[in-house]
């Protein structure tokens, strides 16, 4: 019996407005297929959504036999013509349709895409089941189901944006203090030897002040990426531990303190922020340990990582899950933020960050995770 067009026309109209009040992908494709069945009066009924290059089934009758559809790509099959070219597609006899893979007995199929999302296809038993009209309703049906598609998929990006943008925020609200703790160290190495130099006129201090500015440079560079673009490390290279420690003592105030590598490792890393890691962690004892705090940094007995211990008062159990929250500090002159940087860049290079007790009964900061050069 042929459809009544006034009537599907005006069941179809008010469909488009139940479209609206959906918030998923799938519901608005079940509604669909509940509508293409209800009002056009399709047995046989799927919609699949694309994702990287297939067709997965998002929704489908409950009249369709197990074995009745399946997946396909979108170079496979009607849906995949229909998706490719953007035009709906009557097939009469899928006997005879080169691009027909039907996945049961059926004779006819209409296919109709969803503009970039997918395909809906509705398939008869019989030969020559879908006429013009059919094709005509199954459009403006379909052209519901897209326009609601774009509305949720807008939606999402917007939610999207908004999460960007408050992680942005947040970013930069701590732009100003992290940028000030990091760049303390040089400054305070750059306004020494600088005054080193005006008394002894020896040429060595300028070195050291040249090896801060060019420090705070390179600060400067990295932390401007990571507000701006959320960018946590660069590249990553072979890192040999023993040289890392070197380079972070060139230009981090360490006053007295005795800092010793023990043992040898060679691991993959973002030298820049891994330097910025190391050099958190000396200040830090040197904050909390006094300035004559000995350090020693090392591989781990089982090569998961690397240590950074100092022979100071510790870190009590009860303070070990909040030591590494920015602005928490316990020194008078910590900012709160170097244990947080700490686990920004660890986080950054998918490594963990733990603190436990050295075999001085100081802290012991173990970074693991970490993968060999």
Known sequence: MAIDRERALKALNTIATELKAY???EAVCE???EAAESILEFDI?????EEDGHL????ISSATPPDGTSPMTVEEGLVGLAYRTGESIIVDDLE???AATPQGPYQSALTVPIGKHGVFQTVSNETGAFTETDRELAELLVAHCEAALDRIEHAAEIRERSRKLERQNKRLAEFADVVSHDLRNPLNVLTGHLELARETGDPEHFDRCEAAIERMETLIDDLLTLAREGEAIGEVEPVDLETLVERCLETTD???ATVEVEGTLQFQADPD???QLIENLLRNAVEHAGPDVAVRIGPLPDGSGFYVADDGPGVPEADRDQVFEAGYSTAEEGTGFGLSIVREVARAHGW???VTDSDSGGAQFEITGVEPA
């Open 45 to 49: 009924c799927v919609i699949n959504l």
């Open 23 to 25: 918030e998923s992908r």
């Open 352 to 354: 963990s960050v733990d």
């Open 254 to 256: 360490v006053e007295d």
């Open 96 to 98: 005879q349709h080169e």
């Open 31 to 33: 509604r669909t297929i």
């Open 56 to 59: 997965p089934i998002t929704a």
């Open 273 to 275: 922020r891994v330097r």
